[in-house]
């Protein structure tokens, strides 16, 4: 069985400052993990993922994640947060190699203060 | 390259009819994911379709059915519609049913039962 947890519903962070959304995973296999952005009235978009290759994934607009198997955690992170990064994202797992089927975290808000 | 398309975006049905909602991948893939998106559940596989057949099925009553085309559009059906179908049903295309590839979203279909 596969699950995720994503540890914060909202996270509010001023333009210009780090940002850090949390995730924990639970797989019986071998997990690929994904981040996906979800901006208002907008369909999914994938940021980045994780299969088995490097550990820390870079993504797209200076996005990237850390997979830890020893905490089973993949944490998206962002230096410097930007107002376009305001969205919900979703941290998202899968068996490796069989990605049909995605089980989705419940969302984390990210807002972004000028 | 045109991106996953889904028609119609926006439905209004009465309880205890039917809705069919189409999705048509990009070109060249050939698997095809469908999502329902709530509020209260967030996002939950339906099932994917890969070659004309089902090849993964989530957690959802018969009520929810689908199939897939020749060409890999695919269609959605939900039969005897229930006040809690109301939900964004994202379609999601990929290259293959095995192998790293990453799922690409359409923008959905908001369905809201009246």
């Known amino acids: 069985a596969q699950s995720v947890t994503q540890l914060d519903s909202h996270v509010s962070v001023s333009e210009g400052t780090p940002v850090l959304l949390r995730c924990n995973y639970s797989s019986s296999y071998s997990p690929s993990l994904f981040w996906y952005v979800q901006h208002p009235n907008k369909g999914l978009q994938l940021l980045l993922k994780?299969?088995?290759?490097?550990?820390l994934v870079k993504g797209i607009n200076g996005f990237e994640a850390e997979f830890k198997k020893s905490e089973t955690s993949f944490h998206l992170t962002k230096p410097s947060a930007h107002m376009s990064d305001a969205a919900e994202y979703f941290c998202?797992?899968?068996?490796?190699?069989?990605?049909?089927?995605?089980?989705f975290g419940q969302g984390t808000e990210l807002s972004v203060k000028p | 390259k045109a991106g996953v398309t889904q028609t119609p975006r926006y439905l209004i049905k009465t309880r205890g009819q039917q809705v069919t909602l189409s999705c048509s991948p990009i070109?060249?893939?050939?698997?095809v994911s469908w999502y329902q998106q709530t509020p209260g559940q967030g996002l939950q596989f339906l099932f994917e379709?890969?070659?004309?057949?089902?090849?993964n099925k989530g957690n959802f009553p018969g009520r929810f059915s689908g199939r897939q085309f020749s060409n890999s559009r695919s269609e959605m059906n939900v039969s005897t519609l229930e006040l809690g179908d109301s939900a964004l049903y994202l379609c999601?295309?990929?290259?293959?049913?095995?192998?790293?590839?990453?799922?690409?979203f359409g923008p959905g279909t908001r369905l809201t039962v009246t």
């Open positions: 998202v797992v899968s068996r490796y190699n069989q990605g049909g089927k995605l089980i």
């Open positions: 999601a295309s990929r290259q293959a049913l095995a192998g790293d590839y990453e799922q690409y």
């Open positions: 379709y890969f070659s004309e057949t089902q090849r």
């Open positions: 070109s060249g893939h050939r698997s």
């Open positions: 994780y299969t088995s290759a490097a550990t």
